[in-house]
């Protein structure tokens, strides 16, 4: 929902144009966005506008997408919001499983973007597409807004899905900053969540996280196969994105040295051996070995470790599950139980500047001990380039990264 990190595209390969002097001379060409090698100064610009242009595009179609649900014309932004009593809401769910709630929490951003009805439009066709599977999961809108009546996004989804609303008739104490109003907007998500479905798995998704095809055949494998008897192997919860640019070998977490060091040891054998058959070597060179190792993880690193993991799509049994780290909080999946665990630590945290509450959540369950994960590749792709928190001022222009 506010979380600055700035996004990029889902996909593997990033285009931008080139400088050049005659129109003719002019060609597109292929860079690799999160590459060591790839040129932010030659391209970055044209490819953060190039991004925006599509997020804008994306946005228009989700609002005339919805529109033509309700029959409303395209132009008409006012229609009324429809928040129902939560009780009401409880009482249609009363003695219905719910395996998975997924909840969007919502507010106000550049209206122009509709991140909001991207979103919606994302998870009302990945369910669609999962078809019976999904049946039992159910879709709700968390309006945190201060004015919640003139979100306009919000309003035109609770025409057709359920709503609610923070501040709707309700006195809410200020929080003393933004990052503590966010960590409290959260948690109130969260319970609603809970109290309105009992499920067995919460997805909390902000409004910037649009989910990809494979969402939730990753989701059925993590829950089914990953972790069959414990839900989430008792971790407090599930990352489903980690930047893109946070996601290269050269990181702290211990882990990518190992999974770089195997991809290397198993680059380097691949290639030795085509080179004993090459060059007809009948002996087994551990110089050469060493060599095409090293290569291997240089053009890994070069090539930028984002891309190999877009290789794992081929099958959810091919995700990784790896420890996680403190950023970010864009999709997160709890266990009913580590979600009733979370409510309690959040109420213990005071969020502050430099301490928002992916930070303070993650610095908690390492002093609790406890774990927590996250799925590679990322299942959702972060589209928000602008922040509900921390914001841009007039005239700046907001980049990939």
Known sequence: MRTVHTPGPAGAIAIAHTPCGAPSHCTAVVRFLYSPLFSRKLY??????????????????????????????????????????????????????????????????????????????????????CGTDCSGFKLLVCNVDPQPNIHTDACLLSQLLPVVARYLNTHVAEAPNRFEQEKQDYAYCLSQSLELYAPEYVLLAEDDAVPLADIFSAFFQLVQVRFPKEPLGGGLYAKLYHPERLQGYLNPEPMRIVEWIGLGVFGGLVLTWLYTIIFYRSRFSWCVFVALTIYTMLLAELAGRHYLLELRRMSPALYNVVPATECCTPAMLFSEASAWRTLDYLKELQCKPGYAKDIALYKELKKRKERAWAIEPNLVKHVGMFSSVRGWYEGEEPKLL
């Open 44 to 129: 970055l610009q044209q490819l953060s506008q190039d991004f925006l242009q599509q997020n804008l595009k994306d946005g228009t179609n989700a609002l005339k997408h919805f529109h033509s649900i309700l029959s409303t014309e395209s132009s008409n932004l006012s229609m009324s919001c429809n928040h129902r009593p939560m009780e009401s809401m409880k009482a249609s769910h009363t003695g219905t499983g719910t395996p998975l709630a997924i909840t969007i929490i919502t507010t106000r951003r550049r209206p122009e973007y509709h991140y909001l009805l991207q979103v919606a439009i994302g998870f009302l066709d990945r369910l669609n597409d």
